[in-house]
């Protein structure tokens, strides 16, 4: 399955042969990939709303309201949805943070990165994908307050924000892995590579790195090594 910002399409080729099985034009340019949960394909495209579509046959089963106003650098949501049993989470481009019920699309509840956490994003605005873990959302809204935050899963209730680490934010996305024997949350900004604890989120180690022009990137986590890269250069 892969989207196309050239032609608006959602489109479903046979993995052995590359035959082209079905394809699917949404209301905007698509341009992150989809999501791929049982038996559906879901994603977000530049006309701000989230789609769920059959992934055998492309058809239409349901299309969220906006996930915020459209219309900047790049009209609508470029995050790939995160689902995690019933639920599914999309940030749109000017930091409305959503969770949506899986099977239909509902609104569960709704969180302003901006407005209730005083996130600063980058010019190209928001568009990281949300990482669920252990009964949390975490994202990076950027800014003076704490550039990441932990939210609960099910009710969007802030659980912490990293009052130590106050980057902007760029537009890579978080991870979440395990190292000497304790979990963190690792993030790249423009200025830092991080790792956070993912209880409290304390700063556990930062390291200067300064990215250039657009920092997009999602950092990659191997034998205890991270590895980074930003474009424009570097």
């Known amino acids: ?9 959602l489109r479903c080729l046979d993995a052995t042969t590359g035959k082209e099985q079905w394809s699917f034009i949404a209301g905007g340019p698509i341009r992150l990939a989809p999501t791929v949960m049982q038996n559906t394909v879901l994603f977000g495209c530049d006309d701000g709303a989230v789609y769920c ?8 089963l349901w299309t969220s309201k906006a996930v915020g106003k459209t219309g900047g650098n790049y009209k609508g949501t470029r ?3 995160t689902v995690e049993g019933d639920l599914l ?5 000017f930091g409305d943070l959503v969770c949506l019920e899986a099977s239909n699309g509902a609104e569960v509840w ?3 990165l901006t407005k209730d956490f005083g996130g600063r994003s980058g010019g190209w605005n928001y568009t990281e994908s949300p990482l669920v873990d252990n009964g949390k959302v ?5 800014g003076r307050k704490g550039a990441v935050v932990a939210l609960n899963k099910k009710t969007g209730e802030l659980i912490w924000q990293s009052k130590d680490f106050t980057d902007g934010a760029q537009y890579s996305s978080l991870i979440a892995r395990e190292y000497g024997g304790e979990r ?3 993030q790249l900004t423009g200025d830092h590579v991080v790792g956070l604890a993912v209880k409290s989120g304390k700063v556990l180690w930062k390291v200067a790195r300064r ?3 657009a920092t997009v990137s999602t950092p990659i986590f191997h034998k205890g090594h991270v590895f980074v890269s930003s474009s424009y250069g570097v």
């Open 53 to 60: 579509l059959d992934a055998k046959s492309g058809k239409i």
């Open 211 to 213: 990215g250039r022009t």
């Open 138 to 142: 975490i994202v990076t809204p950027g």
């Open 184 to 186: 963190q949350y690792i």
């Open 89 to 93: 989470y999309a940030l749109g481009q």
């Open 79 to 81: 995050c790939t949805p």
């Open 110 to 112: 709704r969180r302003s």
């Open 1 to 9: 399955f892969y989207g196309s910002s050239a032609d608006d399409s």
